[in-house]
């Protein structure tokens, strides 16, 4: 098993920052990518940005390319999401999501592990 938990959610201005941490415990060694998504209140589910976890490779959304950058620290376990000129459109719950093979990363549902999500929201 793997454990996900998320840190660095809160309120901010239009045009400002948030950084977002996620590390994981456990069976580390297993996971193959590990990805951040977003749920906005009557909203499906949405992949936002997915890093290789030995490689580093990294893939994004269109609504947020050139905006989010994705990070890994991987003698820390941690994988992190710097969101920057953020827009209302951006507020939602943020799940670090991690999965144990090559798969498609933008589909939700070939991740194994998620975690509790933190609210992120962008005030106009």
């Known amino acids: 098993q793997v454990q996900l938990v998320e840190s660095g959610g809160g309120l901010v201005q239009a045009g400002g920052s948030l950084r977002l941490s996620c590390a994981a415990s456990g069976r580390t060694f297993s996971i193959y990518s590990r990805g951040w998504f977003r749920q906005a209140p009557g909203k499906e589910r949405e992949f936002v940005a997915a890093?290789?976890?030995?490689?580093?490779?990294?893939y994004y959304a269109d609504s947020v390319k050139g905006r989010f950058r994705i990070s890994r620290d991987t003698a820390e376990n941690t994988v992190y999401l710097q969101m920057n000129s953020l827009k209302p459109e951006d507020t939602a719950v943020y799940y670090c999501a991690a999965k144990t093979m090559y798969s498609r990363v933008e589909v939700t549902t070939n991740y194994n592990y998620w975690g509790q999500g933190t609210q992120v929201t962008v005030s106009s």
């Open positions: 890093i290789s976890w030995s490689g580093g490779s990294t």
